[in-house]
């Protein structure tokens, strides 16, 4: 493993700025990234992680030294006639993953089929899509304190998942390097289709197959969501906000046909019908625009990170004024 200075981004991040990085390193095992660690406190430099690079924008120049984390292995690590418990190195390709638990008859990944991004990221941000959360199939997380270099593992209980949260988005916000991710996954076939579109699409052709449901979820997601190779994006840019039951109604008595989903502690609302309602789609910020087909999702024709950043404070601008509504980003700052 090298560690290689001033290093370019731009092909490492999904949104496609340009960007170089003080330092930059692949480890791939417990030991590459405890090397790393001791080269960045010789050096006195803070350590950035960087997973797929599809949740997060990138600033002209990233200080100290990038470590994107290459192990890719996946074995089996308990497995009974009805489960399966893996254990997946972080830099194996997330929707490769999907395709190959599918392939070997281990089942709840589904609907977590397409997402850009690799494994280690997946428990960061918790993500969700189509009626599934990774928290449901996650046992487990392991990675390096970045600080000791010592090793740890939480249990999933640990790792204070929440929507689009999580204890290392929290406590452990830059403290941490996650190496491998153990998930538990059914042998038994059953399929999640409370996803309204899925729904209705079972209603039709009768309930899918998990393979039929990986390939439903990747249409859904190819109608809706620009390819990042194509039409560089992150994803969904803000996070659906929560708000409280007496907010829902009062904007609900302005909006009646505005969507919002029960929860706990309040009412989610969909930020892309917010963005969408105020006429954004289409809508250009110079370089960078609100997508055409999906309003939640920003994309980016060439321009810096200050320009992605611009075009976002505009939109949740507008939406606060009109809804008095925050909207929280979901990439973070890579910077
Ligand atoms: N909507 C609009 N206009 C838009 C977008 C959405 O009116 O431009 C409305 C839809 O009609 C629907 C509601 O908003 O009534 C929700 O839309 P959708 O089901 O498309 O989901 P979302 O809330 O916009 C979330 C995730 C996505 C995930 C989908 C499907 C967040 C921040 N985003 O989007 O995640 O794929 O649900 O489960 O929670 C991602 O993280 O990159 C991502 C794409």
Redesign the pocket.
Known sequence: MKVVRHYPLLTLNTLAIESTAEYFAQPKCEADVQACVQFAKSNNLPIKVLGGGSNVVMSDHVSGLVLQFTGKSCRVTHETEASVTISVEAGYNWHDLVMYCLSRGWFGLENLAY?PGHVGAAPVQN?????VEVKERISAVSGVYLDSAQAFTLAAHECDFA??ESRFKQALDGKVLITSVAFTLSKVAKVQVS?A?LNKMAEQQGVPTPSELARWVIEV?QS??PDPNQLPN???F???PVVSQAVFERLSARFPDM?GYPQTSGVKL????L???LGF?GRAFGPVAVHE?????LVNRGGKGSDVLAAARQVSQAVLECYGVELEQ?PRLFD
Do not use: H, T
């Open positions: 997402i993500i969700g899509a189509y009626g929507y689009r996803y579109p997601r809706k969501l992150a994803g969904s803000f996070k659906n969507p969909a930020a892309g019908w963005i969408d309602r789609k087909l999906q309003a939640l999702v979901e």
